[in-house]
C-alpha cells in the first residue's frame, strides 16, 4: 500500500481559505485512493464530499466509514458528521433536498429528463454547503408555457442554476424573466453537431440575455458550489462573526 | 472585354427545371461581370435576381439596364419586366413586399435589428418568386413577451424562416409553437465564442424542437427560396397545368 | 420506483400545437422510463413513437404493451392504435411504408448502403405521421446514371429527403434537378476526415445548389418530421376544418 | 429617415424583469439607429447605456442629447439623468468609479495592461448599476507576487470580476484565495495559439479551483452585469419593499 | 541592399532532381528580393515562374527584366527565354494555353466563375511545364447537364484537374466518369460554414467516388505541377535519354 | 433474408466507365450484406474487392465463396478468378506483392512500423488492380539516413505512395528528391495533437515540396488506387485498343 | 513468424548521433513485435526502453528476457545491463529515482494526483538517460501555498518539467518563479470543455510567462528526454571528450 | 496624461527571479505606453527590451530615449547602456549578432525566406542576454542537402532553435540528427489548411523525434529566450557566484 502523501499533497486549509473544505475529484482515481482520502478529509472536517464517484468507490469507502452515503443517480458520494440541522442524509436527491435546513433559497432547474444527473449534482452540491434548493425537471423550450407557468418560484430565489443540453436554449430565456444572476450547466446531452455539449456551451456563452454566466460541459458540481457562494450562508455569517 | 462564355456557362434551362431562373451570386465577381449576365438572364426571362451585390455592382447594371432596383440595406439587386401583378417594385424592404401580390403566406422573422438584413434578404427573394411575405423584427428570445403575443400570425402562416444571431435560440421555441416547418438561419451577428455564426448555426442545428430545418450562416437568399418552395405557388400551379 | 413527475413534464398540448403528438427520444433513458412514458402517451393519443430505442427499451415496452412493434434496423418503436386507414403495422421500414395510406408524396434517398438506418427513421416517421413516403436506395454521385434515371420519381414528390455521409454531395445534385424542397441529412458514415459526419454537414451547409436545407446529423426524425410539416396533410385538413 | 419600429421592438418592460433597462449594443448599428434608441430609452427611464460604441456613434448621440457622456477607452456611452447619489459622471473610468456611491463591494482585476479595455467595461457597468466598484490592473501570474499582496482587498469583496487573455490563468489562482463568486472574463489579447480569446476561454472553464463561472470572450459587459446581480443592491432593495 | 543570400539558399539542383526548376512563392515576399530571385533563376535556368504575385511584384521583376510576363487574374509572373516550341507567351491564361506546344493531355475543369483563377493558376503552371492543356469554366452540379456534356473531352485527358468552392461536389461526379486520377483543389469560395474552404477540403478528402486526390485549399499551383508530373511528358523524355 | 437490391445498386458499370469494379467498402456492413454483394461481383467480373473487412465477413464470404482470400493484417479480403498472369493470390502483403506481374513501378513507404497496415492496403490495391508494387517500411525522417540510402528505388518508380502518422513529414522529404508524383496518406498513428491523424494531414496538405496530394486519413486503398490510374497499365492498354 | 525487417528499420547509429539508443513507442505494436524489438536493441547497447507498455508487452519480454522490469504505474518497461553507477533498477517510479545516481538536476512536478502517471514517465526517462530527478506530486494553483513553499527546491534545478491538465495554469506560474526553462506537459486529465488535454495545451502554449517550452498532451517521455539534453550531463561528457 | 500606474504594475523584481528583466510586448499597446514603460526599465536595469514594435512605438521612443535601436524587419525595438562587452548595437540582425560577445553556443535555423522575421527575432532575443548566437536561413526539407550540409554548425551548438511554417517538418529531420534540445518554432507562413500556422504547431508537437519542444506560433521572442536558459551564461554565473 501506498502512503497517501506520495500521491496527494492535502490542502487542509481550504476550509478557512474558501469557506468549504477540499471536495474529491473521483474520476481517474482508485477506489483505494478515494478512501483514503475522503476518511482523512472526514476526519479533519466532519464533512467529505467526492463527484464523479462509481460504484466501486462508494464500496471501498463504505468497507472504512459505514456512514457514508452513495447517491447513485449523479455520482455523489459523501460522508456527512456535522450536527443538526446542518447534517444531511439520504441517497436520493429527493431526500437529501428534503433533509436539509439551508438558508436562502437556490432554484436549479433542468431542459430534459437526460439532464437530471448534472442538475441533481448541482442541488446536492448547493445544499451540503448549506444552501436550501429546489429541483425542476423537464421545462425545456420546445414547450415553453412549462417555465412561464413557474415564474413565481423562478422570482423567489436568489440565484438560478439553468442546466440543459443539445442548443442550450434555457438560460436565456430564463435570464429574461428574472433579476437575479443565472448560472448555465451545457450538458453533453445531444449527438451529431451537439459535439459533446459544445453547442450547448457556445450557445450559453453567447446568450443574448444579461445575467448569465457560464460552467464547463457537464459542471454540475462547479454550478452549485457557484450558486452557493452567490446564496452565501457562509458569507453572511462571517460578516456576523466580524 | 472578355466573352461572356469564358467565364460563366449559363444555365439558361434551370427556370424549367427548378421553378425560377438561375439567381446570380454577387460576391467575388467585377461589376462588368456582374452586369453582363444580369442583362443576359432579364433578356431571356425577363427577370434577373443578383445577391450580395455592392453599390459598384448596382451602378453598372443601371448603366446598361436603367430599370434594375437596387436595395442597399441587404445587397439585392434585381430587374423585374413581368407584367403586373407578378412584378415586383422598389427600393426598400417594406417598397417590395407591399408592391407584391404573392400567393400563400411566409412568416419571416429575426431575433435583434442587427440580424436585419439577413432578414431582409430571405423576405425579397420569397417576394420577388411569388408568395405572399411579412416580416417581424427584433423579437429575440431575452424579452420572450414579444414573440408570444405575435402567435396569431406565426399560426396563419404556411411556413416560418427564423432568423437568429449569437446563441440562436429563436428557431427552437418558434418550432414548439406552430405545426408548419421552420427554416431557421443562423447570422454571423455576435463575437467571441459566437464564432462568426458557429454558435447560432449548431444551435439551430441541435434544436430540441422538432420541425426546424437549417441553411447555411448569413443564408438569406436560401431560407427565402426554401420557404417559397414549401410555400410553393408554383408547384400548385404546376399541378393545375396538368 | 420512481413517480413519472420526478423525471418528465410530459407536454400533452404538444398534438394540438404542432400537430403530432410528443415524441420520446430513447437515448439516455432507463427501458423503464420509456415503457412509462410511452404507455401514458399512448394511453392519451392512441399513438406514441419513441426514436433511438434499443432492443431492451422494445422488450420493457412491450412487457406493459403487447401491441408496440420494433423496427430495429433503425430503432423506431411505437403504438398505433388508430382507426384504419390512418393506422401503420410492421416491424419493417419496408412492411410500414406500404400498411400506410398517407396524403401527398414524400422520396426519402440515400447515397450508400450505410446510410440506409438513417433513411428508413425518417421514411417511418413520415409515414407514421401521416404522409405517403417512398425510399429509394444506394444511388450515390459516384455512379450518377443511378439517380438520374430516377427523375420521373423525384418529380413526383411534393419533398425529397436525401441522406449521405461521407462528402454529402448528393443534395446539391438532387436539388438542381427538381423545383420542390429538398432536406438534407448528413450521416456519420466515414472515417478520417469525414469527422463523424462534420464533413457531410459542412457540405450540405454550403450547397450551390437553390432548395436544400439541412437537419442534424444522422437526425432521420428531424428530417421526416420536417418533410411531413411541408407536405402538410394535417395542415390541409386544419384548412378544411375552417 | 426611417421609424424606429421598423428595426426594434423596445422592451420597456425590462427594467421592471430585470432590474435595469434594456442596454443598446453598439456593434453594428448605424450612429442614428443608436442615437434614436438611446434618446428614447433616457427620456423613459433616466437612464441609457450603449456598450462597444464607437466616436461616430458619441457624437450622433451628443448631438441630440447633449448630456451624454463618453468613455472613449472602452466604448462605453452613457446617459445618467438620475438624481444624486444614484448618478455617475465622467468620461474616465477612474473619474466614474469616484463619482459613484454604489453599495455592497466588487473588485475587477486584470492580468495584464493590454486587457485593461474589457476590465474598464465591466467595472462602468457595474458602477452605473449601482454597485461600489474597485479596478485592480496588470496583477497576472508571471509575477504571482502582485496578487498576493492584495488578498485583503480581495478579501473584502462580494464577489470578483477577473479578467485575462492569453493562457486566462488569473481566476483560478483568485479563485483559490477566496470563498466568493468569480467571474472569469476571457481577452482575446494575445496571438497564435490564443485563437482570439479561445485558449483563455477553455482555461477558464476547466479551471481546478471551485467558484468560477465564465462569460464570453471580451464581454466585460456581461461579466458587470452578473457581478452586479451578484453583489445586488437591487435584490437587497426589493427585498425590503416586501 | 542586402545580398541575396543573406535570405535565400536557392536550390539550382532542383530542375535535375525534380524536373522543373525553384518556384518562387511571392507572398511575403518584397518586390525587391522577389525580382532578385527571378533575375537569378532566370539566369541559370531560362525559365522562372513566380506564383501570388502582385502587380508590384511584376513591376518590381520588369524593370529588370523586361521580357517578364504577368498574368494579372491569377497572380502569375513568369521569365521563358527556352527557344520554340517550349517558350510559352501571353498574360492572359487563353493566349498563354493557345502559345503552347505541350505533350500529352491535362483537362482543369472548375465548377463556378469564382473559382477561375485557381484554375487559371493551375492551367498555366501545367503548360508551362510542358503539358497540354485545355480549360472548362463554370460547370458545377447544380447543373450537372454542363458536365456530363463534356464526356468526350473528360475521357480524352490523362489525368483532369477538377477545381470547386462552396461543398466541393464535383471531383466525386466527375471521378465516377473516368478513369484516370483526378486532382481535386478545393477553394475559399463561399461564405459562412465553408469556413473558408474547409467545408470544400474535407468534401474532397472524402469522396464516395475512387481516383481523387487533394492538394490544399486555393493550391492551383500545386495541383497543376502533380497533373504534369502524372501527365509527364519529362518522365517519358527521361526514359528516352536512357 | 432481405433481398440485394433492397439495400444496394451495383454498378455493373463501373468497371468500363472507371476500368476496375465496384470495391466493396466492409465498414458498417454485415457479414451477409459483405458476402452477398461480394458474390454478386465475383460472378460478373471474376473479381472482387472488400476493404476493411473483419474476421466475421471473410468468415461469412468463405463459407459461400471458398477461394476467397483475407489479409487479416490491413483487412483486404478478396476473389481473383482472372487467369494467370493477372490473378494475385496469397494471405499475406508480401506472398502477394510477389505471386503479381504487373506493369510499371510504384513505390510504397511507410514512416514507422504502426503505419504498415495502412502501407499494405495501398500496396495490395495497386497490386490487384495491375501495378507492379514495391513495400518499404518503417524509412521515417528521425533517421533520414534510412530514406535518402533508398534514393535508387525511388527513382525506379512512376509513381511514389508515401504513408506517415504523427507528423506526417516524410512525402514533404520525399518529394524533393524525385520528379514523379507523391500519393501522401495521413494515419492515425499517433496520440494528443495529433488528433487521429489531423496533425498529419495538415501537414502533408500544406508541403513546401511539390508534386505531392493527398487522400483521406488511413485510405490505404484510396491511395493505392490513384497510384494504380497514375501508373495506369489500363490506360495504357485502352490506348493501344484503340 | 515474421522477420524483424519486414515491419522495422532498427537505427542502430541513433546512439551516437542522438546520445541515447532508438526508444520503442509500444503503444499499436504486438506483444511479439515490442519483445523482438526491445531484446534486439538490449542486445545490441545493454539497455532497451519501451513507453506505453501493456503488461502484455512486459510479459512477452519478460519471457525471453527475465531482467526485463515493468513500472505499471505508467507503462515503462527496459532492460539495463549496464554497470553500476549508471544502471537504474526497480518497479516504482520512487524505487528508480533513488536507485538512480545520475548528474545534474532535474525536478518534474505535477499539479494534480491524476496527473501523475505522465509525471512520473516524465522522471523514469530522464533517469535512465543519466540524470538525477526529483518528483513533486499535487502542488496545482488552486492551492498556491503548496508550490510557493517549494522554491529552494525549484531554485535547484537546472531545468523543471511541469506536468498539468484541465486549465494547466502551473507552468506559467513556475516559470515567474526561476530562471531555469521550463518543459511544459499538458495532460488530458479533465473533462467537457478540457476536450482531452486541448486546453491544457493552449494555455501552455500561450503563457504570459517566459522560458516554457511544450510537448505534445500526456508526453511525459519527451519532457523527460528535452529535460535529460538540457540538463546534459551526456553533452558535458561529449564536451570532456574532446 | 495618464500615470503608468494607472495601466501597469512593473515587476522590477524580475531580473532576480527570472535573470532577466521584464520584457515589454508592444502589441496593444500605445506609443506612449511603451515609450514610458521602456523608459522607466531602462532607468532601472541599463536595459529594455520591447517586441512586436510598430514604427510609431519606434519614433515615440527615440524622442524620449534617443540611444534606442529599433530594428524593423522583426520589430525589436532596444535600449542597451550596459557597459561592453555585455552591450550589443546595431539595427539589422546581423549587426547586432556581430556585435555581441556572448557566451555559449546556440544556432538558429529557418525553413524559408518569409519565416525570417520570426528567426531574427530569436536570435536577437537569445542575443542580448547574452548568448553567442548564429543564423542559418532557408534551409527546409525540400532541399534537404541544404541541412545536411550544415552537420557540423549544428553539432557545435549548446541548443538549436528551428523556425518553419507550412507543414513544419524541419525541426523532425533536425532533432534526430543532433543530440541537443530542439526549441522548435511553428510560423504562420503558409494558406489554406495550414490555419494560420495551425498545421506547423501541430507537426512540430507530434514529431516522431525526441528532443523537440514547441513554443507559440510566430513566437520568436520565446523561443530566443528559452534557448537563452539552456544555453544559459546566467545560470553558470550564478553557480560561481556561489
Do not use: F, K
Given at each position: 500500500m501506498t502512503a497517501i502523501d506520495s500521491y496527494a499533497t492535502l490542502d487542509f486549509d481550504?476550509?478557512?481559505r474558501c469557506g468549504f473544505p477540499e471536495v474529491v475529484f473521483g474520476q481517474g482515481k482508485t477506489p483505494e485512493?478515494?478512501?483514503?482520502?475522503a476518511s482523512e478529509l472526514a476526519a479533519t472536517h466532519e464533512l467529505a464530499l467526492v463527484t464523479r464517484a462509481t460504484a466501486e468507490h462508494a464500496a471501498a469507502l463504505k468497507a472504512a466509514e459505514p456512514d457514508a452515503s452513495y447517491v447513485q443517480s449523479c455520482g455523489i458520494l459523501f460522508i456527512d458528521r456535522?450536527?443538526?440541522p446542518e447534517r444531511i442524509t439520504g441517497t436520493t436527491c429527493a431526500e437529501i433536498l428534503s433533509s436539509a435546513s439551508g438558508q436562502g433559497k437556490i432554484v436549479v432547474c433542468c431542459a430534459g429528463t437526460s439532464d437530471l444527473p448534472v442538475a441533481e449534482e448541482a442541488a446536492i452540491t448547493a445544499c451540503i454547503m448549506g444552501s436550501a434548493t429546489t429541483l425542476l425537471a423537464d421545462v425545456g423550450v420546445a414547450g415553453v408555457h412549462r417555465i412561464l407557468t413557474q415564474q413565481e418560484l423562478l422570482a423567489s430565489a436568489r440565484v438560478l442554476v439553468v442546466v440543459a443540453g443539445m442548443e442550450g436554449a434555457l438560460p436565456s430565456l430564463v435570464a429574461g424573466l428574472?433579476?437575479?444572476p443565472v448560472v448555465a450547466v451545457p450538458t453533453s446531452v445531444g449527438y451529431g453537431a451537439s459535439f459533446e455539449g459544445l453547442a450547448a456551451l457556445l450557445g450559453m456563452l453567447t446568450s443574448?440575455?444579461?445575467g448569465v454566466s457560464v460552467v464547463n460541459i457537464d459542471n454540475g458540481f462547479g454550478a452549485g458550489q457557484i450558486a452557493h457562494r452567490i446564496n452565501a450562508p457562509r458569507w453572511i455569517k462571517r460578516e456576523e462573526d466580524r
Open positions: 481550504r476550509a478557512r485512493q478515494v478512501a483514503a482520502i456535522r450536527p443538526a428574472v433579476d437575479v443574448c440575455a444579461g
